[in-house]
């Protein structure tokens, strides 16, 4: 693409690049699949959930950049389904005159637990407590100053709860820091939270946001489990929800759709856990709760489309299908009010995400 491309919005027919094969790019080429884009996905893996229903896949790795180049010619608006795509890649696509959206900085924020807190406490979004350590040594001084128990995670790459260990003596945190691979660090103080909830918003190129109504999520062995949406709660936390939304998408300038995972105290108040600078397994119920999904909010986003409607017409019980679960698939199928997605991931491995279903209950 080059400096002549025509200015967005992209147009029906036109290709859209997603970084990233797994079951995230899936749903989101299916929903560009229905307003009229082809999809092409860079993808290590030449058979991926998301490269069997583009239109074009591309292998290589995410910072290859000849394949890089290859996505570059056929898409002028890319976007990704994870979080760790490197700094690099965005930069060559940029160079070669992508929009890349959301853009470098959501990216860099999301990327480190570190970063990511002080962005959100300098935005006005609350977070626990924190400290970072770099050392064995400034780990056990960091837990000392700050009280065990602490919460010890990577600052990078850690999901589904990998990457963090519970510490309930200062003097552990040597071992604990080692035990995660001797990278930095940040501890936490712990979240009493009474819920964990989720809000997943968005923002347009324009500037306008969308928010859906509040998720409450339950988790086991760090794994999302199930989510109810919309949670039930008052008008208050709703707003207040809403505030940390707004602040966080416009104090990072955000194109695209953002999940927002918050822990609720037992005083009302909202800390903000972390964000996900991309479409949300929690944000999975929107498909059958909402006339506009996560996922046709985020092709819209990015591609200088207008937002779609946010409000609900159902309340949903998301359960993701783990690893064997998803042999259910036909007892569930014959349920009228389960929706099924499956991903057509060909190896079903304890715990990984198969697929998930949308139970439908009166709002
Ligand atoms: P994370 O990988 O940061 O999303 O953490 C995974 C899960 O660990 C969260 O969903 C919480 O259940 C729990 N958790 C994370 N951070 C804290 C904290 N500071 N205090 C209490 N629980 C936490």
């Not at 499956?342 to 990984?352: E, H």
Request: glycine letters at 10%; one cysteine or more; a negative charge.
């Amino acid at each position: 693409m080059s400096a002549l491309s025509p200015p967005l919005p992209l147009r029906p027919g036109e290709t859209l690049g997603i970084l990233g094969g797994g079951q995230l790019g899936r749903m989101l080429a299916l929903a560009a699949g229905r307003l009229g884009f082809d999809v092409a996905v860079l993808e290590r893996d030449a058979d991926s959930p998301a490269g069997r229903v583009a239109a074009h896949v591309i292998v290589g790795a995410y910072d290859d950049p000849e394949a890089l180049k290859a996505l570059a010619a056929r898409a002028r608006v890319v976007t990704y389904e994870f979080e760790n795509v490197p700094a690099q890649a965005v930069q060559t696509l940029q160079q070669l005159g992508v929009e890349v959206a959301p853009g470098p900085e959501a990216l860099a924020v999301a990327q480190d637990r570190i970063t990511e807190k002080q962005f959100l406490n300098a935005a006005g979004a609350p977070t626990v407590a924190f400290r970072g350590a770099d050392t064995p040594d400034e780990a056990v001084a960091a837990a000392e100053a700050m009280g065990a128990p602490v919460l010890m995670k990577t600052r990078r790459e850690g999901y589904d709860g990998k990457g963090q260990r519970w510490i309930e003596h200062a003097r552990d945190a040597a071992e604990v820091f080692r035990a995660l691979g001797g990278r930095p660090v940040i501890l936490e103080a712990p979240a009493d939270f009474t819920r964990e909830l989720s809000i997943i918003a968005a923002r347009g190129r324009d500037g306008a946001t969308a928010i859906y109504p509040l998720a409450e999520n339950h988790h086991e062995g760090g794994i999302l489990r199930r989510t109810l949406a919309p949670a039930i709660v008052s008008t208050a936390l709703a707003e207040q929800a809403e505030r940390i939304a707004v602040r966080v998408l416009e104090g990072l300038g955000y194109v695209g759709v953002i999940g927002i995972e918050l822990f609720e105290l037992a005083d009302g108040r909202l800390l903000v856990n972390e964000i996900a600078p991309r479409v949300h397994n929690s944000g999975h119920w929107t498909q059958d709760g909402c006339s506009v999904d996560q996922f046709e909010q985020q092709v819209r986003a990015v591609c200088g489309w207008p937002l779609g409607p946010t409000m609900p017409h159902a309340r949903i019980e998301m359960l993701n299908l783990l690893g064997d679960e998803v042999d259910q698939w036909a007892r569930l199928a014959h349920d009228p009010d389960s929706r099924l997605h499956l991903y057509g991931k060909r190896v079903a491995q304890s715990g990984r995400k198969m697929g998930h279903v949308n139970k439908l209950r009166p709002l």
